[in-house]
């Protein structure tokens, strides 16, 4: 019997290479559920392939019967699902101030990250999302892509110091969640992981506590996403 | 019989002018709690009066024989010590996560209203005070105060843009906490109301999510930081 749940996650020109900050919050989920499923890789210029969800982007998690796109769904999908699994949130309260964290990761990091690896996703891609990615992004950033990169040697330190709120936190407990790891941790690291499939920046010095903590979320799961394929 | 519990607070050359962002979190924190308290003021200058905290800064909270220094101390002080009243985390994960918001409000939000603000705060100090305040903040900023505040027209656009992922959550929900208020509202207010107390700059505008919001919290516990003096 096939298993009852897939998930699409995007992917580059490699099939197996799966890049998406967001993808990887909900693989992670999904994981740290216990759960069973199957991944399909998606590009961008695949909107037929996930019209079924009414809209066109991933992740697109179809857990049995049910569709559930956007990664914050996904995660209050999981929570709500499956009770009796290892929790996301640890509870209504935590739910509600992982938002923060989750608003912290799109309004900040994310945007952090892409103008230092724009030019590295670029060359990943698969040639069908090439065009529509370079005029999107060129279009969203004001100038080509080998321009918003060409200054990340000196754009790192200030990414990195938009960091400091969780590397502080990190001085005080193992994981954003506490002593093991929540769906917040899995936010910030789906943001690096990102960075980490499609480029060999290093966006993090190895005497960074958050270099470490990206170590140990790696580890997770068998070391899931330390498998991961990489550019 | 006089009360048990005094919150030692920053306070101007008014002695009612409470302004440390770091004393309204303790403040709402013990009003969240239903708990009686007495306030004393406390001048930047005045070590020995605290020096029974085996510290020299405030807040200080004296809860019967207990002596709790230090705002993120007193918060988990009281969710530990009064369990059977309104939680201020939610839970552990709760608390876990709202550290993320804690250091947040000390690395972004505190930074970035400190250098609009300053001159102001300069302003309110009892004379005593104001040597010290002016020295250690030149240091820290290497300006005189008058200069770090010249151009707070300019400066306060970045700043609204650091509150982005208080206000993107405040999008979904009323509260960072969720449908009610909790410790990681007062931690975020406790930084506007310290500017709000000591100066008329404002730092949100009226159609912001963030000003409702403050509203919202100014209006808690009978309006009790409503009511409280500003210069």
Redesign the interface.
């Known amino acids: 019997m096939a298993t009852s749940r897939i998930l699409y996650e995007l992917a580059g020109a490699n099939p197996g290479l799966r890049f998406s900050s967001y993808c990887w919050r909900s693989r992670m989920a999904l994981l740290h559920k216990g759960l069973e499923f199957e991944t399909i890789p998606w590009r961008f210029t695949e909107k037929k392939a996930i019209a079924f969800s009414g809209q066109g982007r991933v992740p697109v998690l179809v857990d049995g019967g049910t569709v559930i796109f956007d990664s914050w769904a996904i995660a209050d999908h999981l929570e709500r699902g499956y009770p009796a699994a290892p ?1 996301l ?13 989750n ?2 990761a ?3 990091v994310n945007p952090g990250i892409a103008r230092l690896i724009v030019a590295d996703i670029f060359a990943v891609l698969h040639e069908k999302d090439r065009a529509y990615f370079r005029a999107s992004r060129e279009q969203r950033f004001g100038k080509s892509l080998e321009e918003v990169a060409a200054d990340r040697d000196a754009a790192v330190a200030p990414f990195r110091q938009s960091l ?3 590397r ?2 990190l001085a ?2 193992a ?5 093991s790891p ?1 769906y ?1 941790d899995y936010i910030l690291f789906g943001s690096l992981q990102w960075a980490r499939c499609v480029s060999a920046f290093e966006l993090l010095v190895e005497d960074d506590a958050l270099f470490a903590w990206r170590e140990r979320l790696l580890d997770l799961f068998d070391g899931n996403a330390r498998r991961a394929p990489r550019a």
């Open positions: 929790s949130f640890g509870g209504a309260a935590g739910q509600a101030l992982t938002r923060f964290i608003e912290f799109d309004a900040v400091d709120p969780a502080r936190v005080s407990q994981f954003l969640g506490g002593t929540l917040a």
